[in-house]
């Protein structure tokens, strides 16, 4: 319980923190592109989206440091993260929660397919060392390497362009609606195989190399030996008894990894145009759309918090040590 | 005291006796990985250095061959007006490495700053660094970076290199940290502190020596990590385009509809090249890894064809009782490097 608080306070003090990076980045830099905006879309904005931006990007000289930022507080409370100027004028918080869904959805999937597709491969991997499967790791190391958005764009040259196989681009058929009926949802599905298997292939090989190094360490202790000298099957061994603690950092490093598999999610988003959050932040950077862009930050951050705090819970859930710790 | 991995780990820095240190440095290039990794990344360093000499063709200049397959006259192919992508390619190779370098160097000396200081002091300064470097981690780098890099009026390689060297010394900082707080205990720490040395000194002369396999692991996998963001800022359009690197490549490419056109020239190359310096770079890691922990070399190699079962597998036990440091080797190692 003490380790559940611990974590929750940690995560509550990295929000306010992301939070406050998002209020002052605006403020830091030189210039001010946002205030060039607004006086472009003078005639078209009504008093209230003005007064939003002015608060969210501190554009009014008059207030005091600490009233800005309590200002910006209040709006985000609200739910506010001002207007979006690629999609003028819809709100961005409206943007995003249009896309959203769309990213969970993808991220969701492929992270947890890549997880244990590849913990399962180290696993085995790990038992087996010396034996074929170490002809793996130097093509994991290569895929690795390559850039997710790379690694999509090849994707797309030969499954999409060369051979039709699959769609480039979009999440679902133009022609259909959104809905939740099955031609829209097979379309979908259709739709997200070829960012799908890009995602799972890049993300996969940094889960079998730290499951496989955690193998390796793991089976040469005590406790396994016991295992092996008590006569139990071979699988029971590598499961239950290497495996099952092995695999605890890499939960750990599942968690701390979250953030960097999102960034390389979102670059297979652009893409592909599929149309989840990373594509809505590219559209943001090339119309210089600022409240955009930080909303979606915004957002990724406080999803990847919420996805490492549900890590931990699975943490302590797995590891008693965590628990009795009090 | 017995002889850990991470004690005979001195590359470099304090008087240590001369044999051992030999051997051990000769150890660390034999592995047949190593090696290679090392000979790509000599390789890709001369082409920074030497690109913008060897490149056939200006870079920028157009021509009338467009979109042309490769050929003898230009072995990558050309762009849609003709630009040269071999030359391309070998003028962006300094671009690529000078950035990935020096956000590596800053995002090193960040780390090791924050690390060794939070392990070594322990207290309310390891807590509040500790808290520190885990908001950094957990943040998502690269949404962070496009957002900065978007703000800022003039974006250079040196202002993407600090960008990147902001957002990415977080982990080796946690890693040295894990690393500090197993050696401020070991009997020789203990005993420089009776003699009256003073704490810098300790932290410099007895700490920093026995760090740095872990250090140089850190900072190839920092380069590795900032070369791969360079790129990708570069591809989506946020970093300077007017300078040449591999990212700036697949920006042109992605723009133009290379993709559309089959030309599949255009951005081929760059990727592989990307693939290239990272996989480089990776196997140094897995060197510097293996030389730290070595249970995790493989057994190929050896003559006797021998084969490893899990309960025989011939391990160095260590005399300490300490346990620490096969915590903290764990740690450089178990989880999966970005």
């Known amino acids: ?326 | 005291m017995s002889i850990t991995a991470t004690d005979a780990v001195v590359l470099d820095g304090a008087p240590p006796p001369a044999t051992p240190v030999r051997r051990a440095r000769l150890r660390f290039l034999r592995g047949g990985k190593t090696r290679t990794g090392l000979i790509l990344l000599a390789f890709f360093v001369l082409l920074a250095v030497a690109g913008p000499w060897l490149a056939p063709y200006d870079p920028d200049a157009m021509s009338d061959q467009l979109l042309r397959p490769p050929s003898g006259d230009h072995w990558f192919g050309t762009t849609h007006t003709g630009q040269d992508v071999f030359s391309q390619i070998l003028v962006g190779t300094r671009g690529v490495l000078v950035v990935g370098l020096l956000a590596a160097v800053i995002a090193t000396a960040l780390s090791v700053l924050v690390g060794v200081s939070a392990g070594f002091l322990g207290g309310a300064v390891d807590e509040i660094l500790s808290a520190l470097s885990n908001i950094f981690l957990v943040l998502p780098g690269l949404p962070l970076i496009i957002i900065v890099a978007s703000f800022v009026p003039d974006t250079g390689d040196i202002v993407i290199a600090v960008a990147i060297a902001l957002t990415s010394w977080a982990w080796g900082a946690r890693i040295l940290r894990a690393q500090t707080l197993s050696l401020r205990r070991r009997d020789y720490v203990e005993a420089a502190r009776a003699t009256g040395e003073s704490t810098p000194r300790i932290i410099l002369f007895e700490i920093l020596p026995n760090l740095t396999a872990v250090i140089a692991s850190g900072f190839v996998g920092t380069v590795i990590f900032a070369v791969l963001t360079e790129i990708t800022l570069a591809f989506i359009g946020v970093a300077d385009i007017s300078h040449w690197n591999w990212g700036t490549v697949l920006f042109w490419a992605q723009s133009n509809q290379a993709l559309a056109q089959g030309a599949w020239w255009w951005f081929v190359p760059a990727g592989l090249c990307i693939a290239l310096l990272g996989t480089a770079l990776a196997l140094i890691n897995f060197g510097i890894d293996e030389f730290v922990n070595p249970r995790l070399r493989t057994a190929t190699g050896s003559s006797r064809k021998v084969r490893m079962r899990v309960g025989f597998t011939p391990v160095v036990r260590r005399s300490t009782g300490d346990g620490h440091h096969d915590h903290s080797s764990e740690h450089s190692s178990k989880e999966p490097r970005p």
Request: net charge neutral; aromatic share 14%.
């Open chain 1, 1 to 326: 319980m003490k380790y559940i608080l611990q974590r929750l306070a940690f995560y509550a003090v990295t929000a306010w923190a992301a939070i406050t990076i998002n209020f002052l980045i605006p403020r830091l830099m030189p210039g001010d592109p946002v205030q060039a905006l607004l006086s472009r879309y003078q005639g078209q904005l009504d008093t209230k989206a003005i007064d939003s931006l002015k608060a969210l990007f501190g554009l009014d000289e008059q207030q005091s440091m600490w009233q800005q930022y309590t200002d910006y507080w209040a709006h985000l409370l609200d739910g506010d993260l001002g207007l979006s100027f690629t999609f003028f004028p819809t709100p961005v918080s409206e943007v995003i929660g249009q896309s959203l869904p769309w990213t969970l959805a993808l991220v969701g999937t492929t992270t947890l397919i890549s997880f244990v597709l590849g913990t399962g491969i180290g696993v085995y991997s790990g038992w087996k060392r010396g034996s074929w499967l170490d002809g793996l790791l130097p093509v994991t190391t290569f895929i690795s390497s390559i850039p997710y958005f790379w690694l999509g764009l090849v994707a797309i040259a030969l499954f999409a362009e060369k051979w039709s196989l699959f769609p480039n681009s979009g999440g679902y058929d133009n022609a259909l609606v959104p809905a939740f009926d099955w031609p829209f949802i097979s379309s979908a599905l259709y739709h997200a195989i070829l960012p799908g298997v890009t995602i799972v292939l890049s993300a996969v090989a940094g889960w079998i190399l730290g499951m496989r190094n955690m193998m390796v360490t793991v089976s040469s202790e005590d406790y396994v030996m016991v295992a092996q000298a008590k006569g139990l099957s071979e699988r029971r061994v590598m499961f239950g008894y290497a495996a099952r603690n092995a695999v605890l950092p890499n939960i750990s490093g599942f968690a701390l990894s979250l953030g960097f598999i999102v960034g390389g999610t979102l670059l297979v988003e652009m893409v592909f145009t599929y149309p989840g959050i990373g594509f809505q932040l590219l559209q943001a950077v090339g119309g210089k759309d600022y409240p955009l862009m930080q909303g979606v930050f915004l957002i990724i951050t406080l999803s990847v918090l919420a996805a490492n705090l549900l890590a931990d819970l699975v943490y302590a859930a797995l590891d008693p040590r965590t628990r009795k710790e009090a």
